[in-house]
């Protein structure tokens, strides 16, 4: 079984920063996707950015320049930078990974999810 526990979230003044971690873990063979995920009350949940099966990024037009997403191999552990934030990044944040473990072809996990509110 694959677990995917996110931290990092919290209560943030417009223009600030937080670091999202999402540690992995489990019996992972190969990871094909990793990317964080947000949704707000009355939205649908987002992607706003991802490492794809090619080790390229991408990230969602509203938080390109802001938001940074990186890994730690090692740790298993993927990480979201978010800079100058914003009211509207506020969200329940998910971490999300598509992968294939020694015991189960590829399927999909989800964390937890960790709140980040922005307010002055």
């Known amino acids: 079984q694959v677990q995917l526990v996110e931290s990092g979230g919290g209560l943030v003044q417009p223009g600030e920063s937080l670091r999202l971690s999402c540690a992995a873990s489990g019996s992972i063979i190969s990871t094909y996707f990793m990317g964080w995920y947000r949704q707000a009350p009355g939205n649908q949940r987002e992607l706003v950015a991802a490492?794809?099966?090619?080790?390229?990024?991408s990230y969602a037009d509203s938080v390109k320049g802001r938001f940074t997403v990186s890994r730690d191999n090692a740790k298993n552990t993927m990480y979201l930078q978010m800079n100058s934030l914003k009211p509207e990044d506020t969200a329940v944040y998910y971490c999300?990974?598509?992968?294939?473990?020694?015991?189960?072809?590829?399927?999909?996990?989800w964390g937890q999810g960790t709140q980040v509110t922005v307010s002055s």
């Open positions: 999300n990974a598509l992968v294939k473990t020694r015991f189960k072809d590829l399927s999909t996990y």
């Open positions: 490492f794809t099966s090619d080790g390229s990024t």
